[in-house]
């Protein structure tokens, strides 16, 4: 399906211990790619490593928000492998709590992960993506096309994200490089664990949800399918498309439609 295009690249991937990002290593390593991922959890890296003993993976502990461990990360995949051909910003954090009662705190981790991460990882690798001709990818959220109660910060976070990949999109036009970012919908991923509360710690609970949840292998396919067709933005589920489409039509509609989806009787409840 896309094998032939990532045969023989290197390919970063933030956060790529667990969820979406360690789906992606699995299909790219059987892909016959070249991969390098970082996280924060030495553990996880470590089993990951052993899964994979016997192929091209590279993997090292990072935390994407420290500016100083991203330019090691991208400095690694260098001195191993000599060039990178695909960055995909994956690594980030979620909350689940009210504005009001969020300790502010919360806000900035968010920003610190899910937008300058992305950022400093690709700063640093940007050199070796043009001379590559290579492609840049994030995984985003509708929550970057559409506020959501509970998740102020992360909607401002993924907001911030597309906004700049936009921009890099359109000032890299004729550079060779491709941009995009890709909003899965609600997924069997981590994220919804390593969620923030509002003191700011882990909510690390699987909190109920109505719809069927995309499988983190299947998400990890249309993403990749997604980069290999050069696409700009991709929104894998219905719901997020029509979410998106009715919000720029109907925002005021769409205000109301939410708020009743994550609150009952006053209080939030997804």
Known sequence: MFDAYFQNKVVAITGGSDGIGKAMVGQLLAAGARVATCARNADKLYKLQVEHVSEPLLTMVADVSNESDCKLFIDAIIK??????????????????LFAEADVEILRKLMEVNFWGSVYTTKYALPYLLDSKGDIAAISSI???????????????????????????????????????????????????????????????????????????????????????????KELTFKGKFTVFVNRLMPRFVDRQVHKYYFKDGELVK
């Open 143 to 233: 929550a970057g096309y559409r506020g959501l109660p509970g998740r102020t910060g992360y909607s401002a976070s993924k907001f911030a994200l597309q906004g700049w990949m936009e921009a890099l999109r359109t000032e890299l036009l004729d550079s060779g490089v491709n941009v995009l970012w890709i909003c899965p919908g609600f997924t069997e991923s981590n994220i919804r664990r390593a969620a923030l509360k509002a003191d700011g710690s882990l909510l690390d609970e699987n909190f109920p949800l109505d719809e069927k949840l995309m499988s983190t292998e299947v998400c990890a396919q249309e993403v990749l399918l997604a980069i290999a067709k050069k696409s700009r933005n």
């Open 80 to 97: 191993n492998f000599g060039r990178i051909d695909i960055l995909i910003n994956n690594a980030g954090i979620s909350m689940r709590a």
